[in-house]
């Protein structure tokens, strides 16, 4: 009989909530596996918060995050360096161009898959764009540059914020059939904040917000 395989993400008694507000998360614990786990919940429900928290981006009131076997608390540059997650606001890459902006995302990243990544430029459409600075990308292309590069990326625990947000049918066809691949690799585990259900692809798991 086969065991379950091990979870990437280890998530012990969390505890978040911005000041004077509801917590988010309050003792919650949870194992994320490999394949695709949905996060779901209305608007404003604090899954974009959530997927900051679990990044390292915001810090956690109180609890544990561990991924492939690396503490945030003990390690959080080699947790950090097993996390892929790209703030859809950001303005950090603006003023570089879209090949610049990815070679930064991967430094460091000895997994990324090169031939990946070139399928999905081309699926995304990006070649004419690739070279351009950032700041002259439209939204939903600037979305699709983080997208190849997080998919690609290698790294154990991918985080999408509303990855279809502003990609036309043609770029979110290619995001789902990446998606349906990384849910077959036993090594990657991706979790996507929707606040649609997703049936495009094989889910693992669904996580609902709020959290009991």
């Known amino acids: 009989m086969n065991s379950a395989p091990p979870p990437l993400l280890q998530i012990e008694a969390l505890r978040f909530a911005y000041p004077d507000q509801t917590p ?46 690396t503490s945030l608390d003990a390690s959080p540059e080699a947790y950090r360096r097993n996390v892929f997650f790209v703030d859809p606001a950001t303005d950090k890459f603006d003023q570089v161009t879209a090949r610049a902006c990815t070679a930064t995302l991967r430094e460091g990243n000895a997994h990324f898959d090169e031939a990946l990544w070139q399928t999905l430029i081309e699926g995304f459409s990006l070649p004419p764009h690739i070279d351009k600075p950032m700041y002259m990308l439209s939204t939903g292309s600037r979305r699709k540059v983080w997208l190849a590069a997080a998919l ?9 914020d509303e990855p279809t947000a502003a990609l036309d049918a043609g ?8 998606l349906a691949d990384l849910a077959e690799q036993p090594g990657r585990a991706v979790i996507v904040a929707s606040a649609a259900r997703i049936d495009e692809v094989p889910l693992a798991a669904t996580i609902e917000l709020p959290l009991d």
């Open 171 to 178: 770029s979110v066809r290619a995001l789902w059939g990446a």
């Open 152 to 160: 690609a990326s290698g790294r154990p625990l991918v985080l999408l």
């Open 24 to 69: 988010i998360a309050n003792g919650w614990n949870a194992a994320i596996g490999p394949g695709i786990t949905l996060l779901y919940g209305d608007t404003g429900a604090g899954k974009s918060a959530l997927l900051q928290v679990i990044a390292g981006v915001l810090p956690a009131t109180k609890g544990r995050l561990t991924v492939a076997g």
